[in-house]
């Protein structure tokens, strides 16, 4: 009896001992693990702040660049959208022309500093904000919504270089002129699209060329060479004034895409 009552005895008192011990550890154990991961965020937060400094101002460079750019908007299917303000993207500029040039004046953000936008000023006076993020300019020019024409020259200063730069813009603006191919869904395609849609679909051997002459103070004729190789072109003619973007087909060739 004496002999049980002593091994009780001792077991309670093992377990009064090593208990506590151990319970005291896991603590200790725990808060060296906390400071530690702790310790290893900061590390990495702070290497990733250089990369991120960088990677900033490589895209603040990126989009400075193309201040002073002049492009043109044109009305398509899927246009590129500018704003009234970066700070309300509900309201969106109505542009009423199918085309109009604009020039990049600066690089802006909204208030919160979250959003970059180009602010840019219409050939009519015009002022609105277009996304500067993400590539967006590039992918509505690869598009065909935007379009990136020569800088015009100063008019009081007429240079010899200055009509092949208006007859360079007077092509794109053929190029880039809308036909309507559907009235009822109000289906559109530029020029230069039909004419790959027709080598797609029928002439797989079909090229053409532009060419562009000055007829008037900014207006010009853009005649395209439209044929298989074999045989005479088919020449389409039309009239642009650079200085209002107006495209008008001139010939029954040209006038024949539009029907």
């Not at 700070?87 to 109009?100: A, G, H, Q, T, Y």
């Not at 967006?136 to 015009?152: C, Q």
């Not at 298989?228 to 495209?247: A, Q």
Request: hydrophobic share 35%.
């Amino acid at each position: 009896m004496t002999l049980h009552f002593l091994i009780f005895i001792l077991f309670c008192l093992h377990f009064s001992f090593v208990q506590p011990h151990e319970g005291f550890g896991q603590p200790l154990i725990l808060l060296a693990k906390s400071e530690e991961q702790t310790s290893l965020k900061e590390e990495l937060g702070k290497g990733s702040l250089p990369g991120i400094e960088e990677f900033e101002k490589e895209k603040q460079a990126r989009m400075k660049r193309n201040v002073g750019r002049r492009l043109m908007f044109v009305k398509t299917n899927n246009p590129a959208v500018f704003y009234e303000s970066p700070d309300d993207l509900e309201r969106k500029l109505r542009i009423k022309r199918e085309k109009e040039g604009f020039v990049i004046v600066e690089v802006v953000q909204n208030q919160s500093g979250t959003m970059n936008f180009y602010q840019v000023k219409f050939d009519s006076g015009e002022i609105g904000y277009l996304s500067a993020d993400a590539y967006h300019l590039e992918i509505k020019i690869k598009e065909g919504s935007l379009l990136s024409i020569p800088k015009r020259a100063n008019t009081k200063k007429r240079s010899s270089s200055q009509p092949k730069i208006f007859a360079s813009e007077a092509i794109q603006l053929v190029k880039s002129h809308m036909i309507l191919l559907d009235s009822a869904t109000g289906e559109k395609r530029s020029v230069e699209m039909k004419m790959i849609d027709q080598r797609a679909r029928a002439f797989p051997n079909l090229r053409w060329r532009y060419e562009a002459k000055e007829i008037a103070t900014h207006k010009y004729r853009v005649t395209q060479h439209a044929g298989e190789g074999s045989g005479p072109s088919l020449i389409r003619t039309w009239i642009v004034d650079v200085s209002t973007n107006e495209v008008a087909p001139e010939n029954l060739a040209a006038k024949e895409m539009y029907r």
